[in-house]
């Protein structure tokens, strides 16, 4: 299984990125697929989280800003980041949990500065 990030980039605040992250190979509709982020000096920490039933989770400082949604068919996860704040500066990395095991992206970097 690989997956690959991307969409990254320099946006100021208050503006708008879309990630993307491509999987390949059929577990990747299996599994639940997750956005984490590493802002520089800080730990790793989770950001959104869709079920393979397509439930949604995010962490309380990007409720109502970020959206993660699955294109199955696609094989595809998204997450749309609006409104975004020189805080949501990090490294975003999505996760596959599956049956077989967890898989990484090789992230891709946000930064939200004026």
């Known amino acids: 299984v690989q997956l690959q990030a991307s969409g990254g980039g320099l946006v100021q605040p208050g503006g708008s990125l879309r990630l993307s992250c491509a999987g390949s190979?059929?577990?990747?509709?299996?599994?639940?697929l997750a956005w984490y982020r590493q802002a520089p000096g800080k730990q790793r920490e989770w950001v959104a989280r869709?079920?393979?039933?397509?439930?949604?989770d995010y962490v309380d400082s990007v409720e109502s800003r970020f959206t993660i949604s699955r294109d199955n068919a696609k094989r595809t996860m998204y997450l749309q980041m609006n409104d975004l704040k020189p805080e949501d500066t990090a490294v975003y990395y999505c996760n596959l949990h599956s049956f077989i095991g967890d898989y990484w992206g090789q992230g891709t970097l946000v930064t939200v500065s004026s």
């Open positions: 190979g059929a577990v990747f509709t299996m599994g639940d």
């Open positions: 869709i079920s393979r039933s397509a439930g949604t």
